[in-house]
């Protein structure tokens, strides 16, 4: 799986940067990012082929691997139209911490302005028939997102996954007739 944004070249996510500033819809952006985004590829040919022994290599690969745009600000949220008219987006991501950090609202997801704007890409996603794919805290809001049609879930990440376990641990410890109190 390839997480735009967070893979490639410091350089060349620099200047995909310096284009996005200068000219948020120019289509060389979207040439950029999407030639970042499969480089890597050219990189594993040798040995990923076999040193050239499986020339179907690179194209196996590139219907192997999954494109997921993840969505984290305002800004995204904004594109999301146009970015999504990208050929070959298997799924758009929402990543409802970081966006709602980024609209001033820290860990308010339910936000009315967060909101707002996780609806924006739904639509945008729903329109084009792009999978939705977000993170949720827990299984009831992963069920919530699921009835809206999101296809990608991921159920906690790591850490508040092992946090909430380790509160639950703490807590039947705690309630042990054997332990001391105070």
């Known amino acids: 799986m390839i997480v735009v944004g967070l893979t490639g070249s410091a350089a060349a996510l620099a200047v995909a940067r310096e284009n996005l500033a200068a000219n948020p819809l120019d289509p060389g952006r979207i040439e950029l990012v999407q030639a970042d985004v499969f480089a890597h590829l050219r990189s594993l040919r040798d040995r990923g082929a076999r040193f050239g022994q499986d020339p179907d290599y690179v194209k196996q690969a590139n219907n192997e691997i999954m494109l997921l745009l993840q969505f984290e600000t305002k800004a995204a949220i904004d594109l999301a139209d146009e970015i999504l008219e990208v050929p070959g987006i298997d799924v758009a991501f929402l990543g409802p911490n970081d966006l709602s950090a980024d609209m001033g609202h820290v860990g308010n997801w339910d936000h009315p302005d967060v909101q707002k704007a996780i609806k924006k890409l739904e639509d945008a996603a729903n329109k084009r028939k792009i999978p939705l794919g977000t993170i949720s805290r827990?299984?009831?809001?992963?069920?919530?997102?699921?009835?809206?049609?999101?296809?990608?879930?991921?159920?906690?990440?790591?850490i508040p996954f092992l946090m909430q376990a380790a509160k639950a641990a703490v807590t039947s410890f705690r309630q042990h007739p054997h332990v001391a109190k105070g």
């Open 138 to 158: 827990n299984w009831e809001a992963a069920k919530a997102c699921i009835e809206r049609g999101y296809r990608f879930q991921s159920l906690l990440g790591d």
